[in-house]
């Protein structure tokens, strides 16, 4: 049995495989695999936090919310981010080599701190906001092929004390009850598809699911919106995106900003995904279509 002691792990089920997000303690303690693809660096998360402080005090803010603050700013700079939305808060992965530059992009907007030791420290002191180029800003288009299945999910959350008493389900929801992986299985423009991501930050537990997988978890045991508001995918990619290029994310979350818009989004190892409320799903593909045409 393999006992996980990281503070940051992330596991997303699409049709096509399994993406893990773990931090260096938790991924130490992985045995060797050749069924295991792992990016090519070392990536940072950045967490922005309302008020300063740590992240568990903050409010959801919501990926559209910081659309023109930070991510919109880091493609600007040809940052690539990978990112990662949770029942709690987001967070914005960026490659460890990119900090300094992600530092002086975000310096005039934010004071930055580095967690050491669960400790935020003050990075602002560090001397590298100098020697950078301005960027030339330009319009971004977007560029991938857009799809929208027709689940309807939830994004919810529960009590860590109650982990244990759906450890068995849990197992079986994410590993046992989907047969075998297809990369073709994803690709119809419309259809169900399998999508399931579970995180666990810092104590903090967060699903996303979709109707039917959250009908098998005992009652009031999740957490939801008092609304019990449901979420559309729009999934963004035909061919597997990889993780140079910049902009992705901030082509979908610029439009969705401008239109008041509130949206998850989860990166994964191939492709990208939004989650937009319910009845808005229709003006985000048609606003998302339109702007594609215009740009193209």
């Known amino acids: 049995m393999m006992v996980l002691r990281c503070k940051f792990i992330s596991l997303t089920e699409t049709p096509e495989d399994y993406t893990i997000i773990v931090d260096e303690e938790g991924f130490r303690e992985f045995p060797e695999s050749d069924h295991l693809s792992v990016a090519d660096a070392v990536w ?6 309302s ?27 040809n940052i690539s981010v990978f990112m990662l939305s949770t029942y709690q808060t987001d967070f914005i992965l960026v490659r460890e080599r990119d900090l300094p530059l992600v530092m002086h992009t975000l310096s005039a907007e934010f004071t930055i701190f580095r ?4 400790e935020a420290v003050s990075v602002d002191n560090l001397g590298i906001t100098n020697g950078f180029v301005k960027p030339k800003l330009a319009e971004r288009r977007i560029v991938h092929p857009l799809s929208s299945p027709s689940n309807m999910f939830c994004v919810t959350s529960l009590d860590p004390v109650t982990l244990p008493t759906i450890a068995t389900l849990l197992m079986d929801v994410m590993f046992y009850s989907n047969g075998v992986k297809d990369s073709t299985t994803g ?7 399998r999508f399931f991501s579970f995180s666990l930050i810092e104590g903090y537990i967060s699903f996303v699911m979709d109707e039917q997988t959250q009908q098998r978890f005992p009652n009031n045991l999740l957490f939801t919106s008092a609304s019990g508001e449901l979420w559309k995918m729009v999934r963004i990619g035909g061919q597997p995106l990889g993780f140079d290029e910049s902009g992705i994310v901030a082509q979908i979350s610029e439009p969705l900003a401008a239109a008041d818009i509130p949206a ?8 990208d995904h939004a989650l937009v409320p319910e009845e808005n799903i229709n003006s985000v593909i048609n606003a998302l279509r339109v702007t594609q045409a215009e740009k193209q």
Do not use: R, W
């Open 187 to 193: 690709s119809e423009e419309s259809g169900h598809i």
């Open 51 to 77: 008020g300063g402080g740590s992240s568990s005090s903050s409010q959801p803010i919501g990926v559209t919310k910081i659309a023109k603050s930070v991510i919109a700013p880091l493609a600007d700079h």
């Open 115 to 118: 967690v050491v030791n669960g």
């Open 44 to 49: 940072l998360a950045l967490n922005v936090v």
């Open 264 to 271: 998850y989004y989860i990166s994964t190892f191939k492709f």
